[in-house]
């Protein structure tokens, strides 16, 4: 069974960064895509980036793009989320996702696995 686990979250000021990880276990994932998804309260959950693990060709958010970076590391398999240049409008629960997407990975129902989530926040 694929198990993802997140880290890295936590209370950030306006401008600062942080890095969050998901560390993923339990399969082979050369066919997988991971993504990061976040959802602020009343809102919906929404894509933030991704990434196709066999090849590292990433995807972004056009609101994240230029400040967030996707990355992997196939030796620890783990995906990585730095995000730079952060503002209260990026406080929400983020979430790691994965799975064999064969539509739009820009939605979150392309994704059969996820992770608890992590949450994040900046002050102003």
């Known amino acids: 069974q694929v198990q993802l686990v997140e880290s890295g979250g936590g209370l950030v000021q306006a401008g600062g960064s942080l890095r969050l990880s998901c560390a993923a276990s339990?399969?082979?994932?050369?066919?997988?895509?991971f993504a990061w998804f976040r959802q602020a309260p009343g809102k919906e959950r929404e894509f933030v980036a991704a990434?196709?693990?066999?090849?590292?060709?990433?995807y972004y958010a056009d609101s994240v793009k230029g400040r967030f970076t996707i990355s992997r590391d196939i030796a620890k398999n783990t995906v990585y989320l730095q995000m730079n240049s952060l503002t209260p409008e990026d406080t929400a629960v983020y979430y790691c996702?994965?799975?064999?997407?064969?539509?739009?990975?820009?939605?979150?129902?392309?994704?059969?696995?996820w992770g608890q989530g992590t949450q994040v926040t900046v002050s102003s």
């Open positions: 996702a994965t799975g064999v997407v064969m539509g739009s990975l820009h939605h979150r129902y392309a994704y059969n696995y």
């Open positions: 339990g399969r082979t994932f050369s066919r997988y895509t």
């Open positions: 990434i196709t693990w066999s090849d590292g060709s990433t």
